[in-house]
């Protein structure tokens, strides 16, 4: 843990909070596929008001305002694949190019500034609508998950979660392991051991989970499997080895792939936040079982208990005095943001440590 100390010692550090700029250069999740239609719906993304509404085979994202006079789009009627608002009548095609101003006679010729503002990216992935509202920061991706498309795994949704928290928070929450015994007491935290054992983590630059502001972790112990059929048979033992393994991929995309070695089983947990506001996120987070034999009901039980550690995690998110991420790097003013040593960190928090150098790098690499 020396060397982490080393790394971030005297550095000045960056506030990042849910609405900083250089969250405008990444990719977030703004809703589910399965509940984007041809309707217009209004999402929040870093402050800013989108519409989003599915025209033909692709998922339309623009900037929720009539290049008129403002009107929420969200709020228009769908033709012609477009939409058309409801306060002057202006029609949109499906690329936010103004087609019509009913208010014009027919042959008037229509302002080339007359549409819809785009954002920098859409893109749909394992069930999800990921968008980048200026262009994508080189060295910044998607996240990568081969559970998704294995035909082995069973796929459950949690539900869509609103939370007054940090997109930051969260993600170092789902990379710590230490308050496992104390925060999920009522879940599985019980039997947890309080001691963090030592975690191999690996940067993964062009590689798996994918990109240049990603990691990897791993981790590998033995827990009393109560949930075992087999153990009250007598067929395995009570204490079997569980191996971790967590994926980053910045800014706010996270798994935790969970295997069960003598049970022969998987279970992946898929997190990925939506920061909405300085105040809000949302969440999207699915499971994906392969041990489940195609069983709905163990699924929904599966889910039900995912949601149940959910929540206990944010009754500590929600209370939380200070909605920001400290960060190891330059560009502050002396004064305008709180040093790392505001934290202490220890040799259990080689991961979150991981999580703040590399949000660190890439806002770096936003600024330049």
């Keep these: 843990m020396d060397t982490v100390k080393a790394s971030i010692k005297s550095v000045p550090s960056i506030n990042l909070n849910n609405t900083h700029m250089a969250l405008r250069r990444c990719w977030h999740p703004v809703a589910r596929c399965g509940d984007i239609s041809e309707l217009p719906m209004g999402v929040l993304l870093l402050g800013e008001n989108l519409v989003v509404f599915r025209s033909g085979d692709r998922v339309r994202v623009f900037y929720d305002r009539?290049?008129?006079?403002?009107?929420?789009?969200?709020?228009?009627?769908?033709?012609?694949?477009?939409?058309?608002?409801?306060?002057?009548?202006?029609?949109?095609?499906?690329?936010?190019?103004?087609?019509?101003?009913?208010?014009?006679?027919?042959?008037?010729?229509?302002?080339?500034?007359?549409?819809?503002?785009?954002?920098?990216?859409?893109?749909?992935?394992?069930?999800?609508?990921?968008?980048?509202?200026?262009?994508?920061?080189?060295?910044?991706?998607?996240?990568?998950?081969?559970?998704?498309?294995?035909?082995?795994?069973?796929?459950g949704d949690l539900p869509v979660l609103r939370t007054r928290s940090c997109a930051g928070l969260l993600a170092d929450n789902f990379l710590d392991t230490a308050h496992f015994p104390f925060v999920h007491a009522g879940t599985f935290g019980a039997g947890e051991d309080k001691v963090v054992g030592s975690f191999d983590v690996r940067r993964s630059p062009g590689g798996t989970p994918a990109g240049e502001f990603a990691f990897s972790a791993s981790y590998e112990h033995l827990f009393a499997n109560r949930e075992d059929p087999a153990v009250a048979k007598g067929e395995r033992p009570l204490n079997q080895t569980r191996r971790l393994l967590y994926r980053y991929v910045a800014p706010f995309h996270l798994s935790l792939r969970i295997d069960y070695v003598e049970a022969e089983g998987t279970n992946t947990i898929g997190f990925f936040v939506c920061p909405e506001t300085d105040e809000y996120c949302r969440i999207f987070s699915t499971i994906w079982r392969n041990d489940l034999a195609g069983d709905e009901a163990r699924m929904r039980q599966a889910v039900d208990f995912e949601l149940e550690v959910l929540k206990e995690d944010l009754l500590i998110q929600e209370s939380m005095a200070t909605l920001v991420l400290p960060l190891p790097g330059p560009g502050n003013p002396p004064g305008a943001a709180r040093h790392p040593a505001a934290e202490i960190h220890t040799r259990a928090d080689r991961t979150t440590v991981e999580l703040r150098r590399v949000l660190g790098e890439l806002v770096a690499r936003s600024a330049d």
Aim: charged fraction near 20%.
């Design 66 to 155: 009539c290049a008129h006079r403002g009107y929420p789009m969200h709020k228009a009627s769908v033709e012609a694949g477009g939409l058309r608002c409801a306060y002057h009548g202006w029609l949109y095609s499906p690329s936010g190019a103004c087609t019509e101003i009913p208010a014009l006679p027919g042959d008037t010729a229509i302002p080339s500034r007359a549409r819809l503002r785009q954002v920098g990216g859409v893109e749909e992935r394992f069930g999800l609508v990921f968008v980048c509202l200026d262009e994508p920061l080189p060295g910044v991706t998607l996240p990568v998950l081969p559970e998704a498309s294995d035909a082995t795994f069973m796929a």
